[in-house]
């Protein structure tokens, strides 16, 4: 659990400086209107601008999907159940023990 709140804590973290900075173009480039008359022609920033979501991205995934497959690990379960999905019913098979049990479950009406 500690980990999922260090996970969203990190990514609105990102998310914030991200909307920081979007947010001061959009309104400089509102009020100024030569304000990015240096970004003409900048094969320069357009790599920056590339690269940096991209490495932000990385950021976020790589423990994003180590978290993910850290909470995959079931160690030891007290009872395996396979549910199995027909058009009209389901089926439930209980196979921990030597033999295993199975049943069905119908949709019945209330008064039935």
Do not use: C
Request: charged residues 15%; glycine residues 2%; aromatic residues 14%.
């Amino acid at each position: 659990m500690y980990a999922i709140i260090d996970l969203h804590d990190r990514i609105i973290f990102f998310l914030l400086i991200i909307l920081t900075i979007v947010s001061w173009f959009m309104i400089s480039s509102l009020t100024n209107k030569d304000h990015l008359s240096i970004l003409r022609e900048g094969h320069s920033i357009e790599l920056i601008w590339t690269i940096t979501p991209a490495i932000i991205l990385w950021m976020i995934g790589i423990p994003s999907l180590k978290l993910l497959y850290s909470m995959d690990e079931i160690l030891d379960p007290q009872i395996t159940i396979k549910a199995i999905g027909n058009q009209w019913y389901w089926s439930y098979e209980y196979t921990d023990y030597d033999n295993s049990i199975s049943f069905d479950s119908f949709m019945t009406t209330p008064d039935s």
